[in-house]
């Protein structure tokens, strides 16, 4: 806390002045708390400006920052940080405030006048950067930076413009990961500090860390159902677990040697904490292993390779040999590979044929496509084996890891592009949108230049027009991508 219940806080805003003049002077901070005075140094080596008009750089346009907020794990918790924050922030004109892992604020919510003010003296404002190294101290650059709650006050702030307010911050972590998710923070005139607020902030992030938390084990609990089948088939020695490296269901806990694993991304052999050997084998489009000591590993089939991503005959290879099947089948495979956990006869005509599907013309093809990859395919419902590698999961498991350009590169074009089947043509669009929308979102140019590279991102003018303004003006590429948005005016023009 920046201050207690007894000292005025006038007086001790004028200490700290002091205090921070004598700093910019080259002088010790014997008389800051430890966490500010580490936060002016690292602040200082930074080169921040302490008496720079605008304070915090703005990263991202408001629609861009409403994009970010929509897709942040944090955004869920909306409510609950309202139903905690609000009352003491309506009753002391404060704001409430969620910022990401790297403190560009997300979300603000609070009396408009205090918004307002607080956007025009110090651009304190959504898509503006608030880390340390983009405004010097403050409690959610502060809080990042040391990875722990903290009020700041008054001359606290590194920066003069910022010295008018106080606020108070908490990191919440994601239960799943330990990884850091963002800061929640309360931000008011200098006048409306106290020490009520910064526990209020720390107890909200608590809260959200909990509903997090609570999210986390449905979502267990969810995949424990979907891959009950897959963990019992292998008896012991066999065990489901996050990308996180959790065990979350199975046998593991006895030889695994270790609460959290680190897995191989895309699968594969480990060495645990114990000694012994596993196979990590992803299920799902990598939404979590199945591991497998290395006694039961030995008894996996051949591994089954899909590509399906621009192409309208699937390239199927089983154990390092080729085989060549029919555009339906390369249909069947293609929602398969959706669908980890498997499909009916009745889901797959539907998605195969529409209303006009039959489970019997449906049946038949399975026969063949089963007989075709050696029985790779369980039946009723028919789902992929686990260890299935494909294109299609590859993209779907980055983008959900967030690796947004490494998915654009991993991209040639549209599932299955030509077919006309109503559950392939879904999956299709939805891939496809999702990816665009990481890409326009991610603020990295190498993602749209994969995208626009790909023979969905090709025409993609608005993907172009972006590229465009990212580009540094010494890159080479900056000329083809002006020719483009040129020659795609003309045309839809």
Not at 124 to 153: K, P, R, Y
Not at 286 to 291: T, Y
Not at 305 to 330: K, N, Y
Not at 434 to 459: F, K, P, Y
Request: hydrophobic share 45%; net charge negative.
């Amino acid at each position: 806390m920046a201050i207690d219940t007894v000292t005025p806080p006038a007086e001790r805003a004028r200490e700290l002045r002091r205090a921070w003049e004598q700093f910019l002077g080259g002088g010790d901070v014997a008389t800051v708390r430890e966490p500010i005075a580490d936060s002016w140094e690292r602040s200082s080596a930074a080169g921040v400006d302490p008496s720079a008009e605008r304070v915090a750089p703005v990263v991202a346009d408001l629609d861009e920052t409403l994009a970010r907020w929509d897709e942040h794990p944090l955004a869920g918790a909306a409510p609950l940080i309202r139903a905690c924050l609000g009352t003491i922030a309506e009753a002391a004109d404060q704001l409430m405030v969620v910022s990401d892992a790297q403190g560009m604020l997300l979300w603000i919510e609070g009396d408009r006048r205090v918004q307002d003010r607080a956007a025009d003296t110090m651009n304190f404002a959504e898509g503006a950067m608030w880390s340390e190294g983009g405004a010097g101290t403050n409690a959610v650059g502060t809080a990042i930076a040391s990875d722990h709650a903290v009020q700041v006050f008054a001359a606290e702030h590194f920066n003069e413009a910022v010295q008018a307010w106080t606020c108070s911050a908490a990191t919440v972590h994601d239960p799943d990961s330990e990884q850091l998710l963002g800061v929640i923070d309360l931000t008011g005139a200098m006048k409306t500090v106290h020490p009520h607020s910064f526990g209020t902030a720390v107890a909200t992030a608590q809260a959200v860390e909990a509903y997090l938390r609570g999210v986390m084990h449905d979502r267990d609990e969810r995949l424990r159902r979907r891959y009950e089948h897959v963990v019992a088939a292998g008896g012991v020695g066999r065990a489901l677990v996050s990308p996180s490296g959790r065990v979350i269901a199975g046998e593991a806990n006895g030889w695994a040697g270790s609460q959290r694993l680190v897995l191989p991304p895309e699968g594969g052999e480990l060495v645990l904490a114990s000694g012994a050997h596993a196979l990590a084998e992803p299920v799902g489009h990598g939404e979590a292993f199945v591991l497998r000591a290395e006694g039961t590993a030995a008894k996996r089939g051949p591994t089954l390779r899909l590509g399906l991503l621009g192409l309208d005959r699937a390239a199927v290879e089983i154990g390092g040999r080729s085989v060549q099947v029919s555009r339906r089948h390369t249909e069947i495979l293609a929602l398969l590979a959706a669908r980890p956990a498997g499909m009916t006869t009745e889901e797959l005509a539907a998605d195969l044929y529409g209303d006009a599907g039959r489970p019997g013309t449906v049946r038949v093809e399975m026969f063949r496509l089963r007989k075709l990859l050696g029985g790779c395919v369980a039946a009723e419902p028919y789902r992929l084996p686990p260890g299935v590698v494909s294109d299609l999961a590859r993209v779907q498991a980055l983008l959900d890891r967030g690796s947004v350009r490494e998915a654009a590169e991993h991209y040639p074009g549209p599932l299955v592009p030509h077919s006309e089947a109503p559950g392939v043509a879904r999956e299709r669009d939805a891939l496809e949108a999702w990816l665009r929308h990481a890409v326009m979102t991610a603020d990295d140019h190498e993602a749209l230049w994969a995208w626009v590279q790909c023979t969905s991102g090709s025409d993609d003018l608005p993907a172009w027009k972006r590229l465009l303004a990212s580009l540094p003006h010494a890159d080479p590429r900056r000329s083809l991508a002006a020719a483009r948005v040129r020659s795609l005016r003309l045309a839809y023009a």
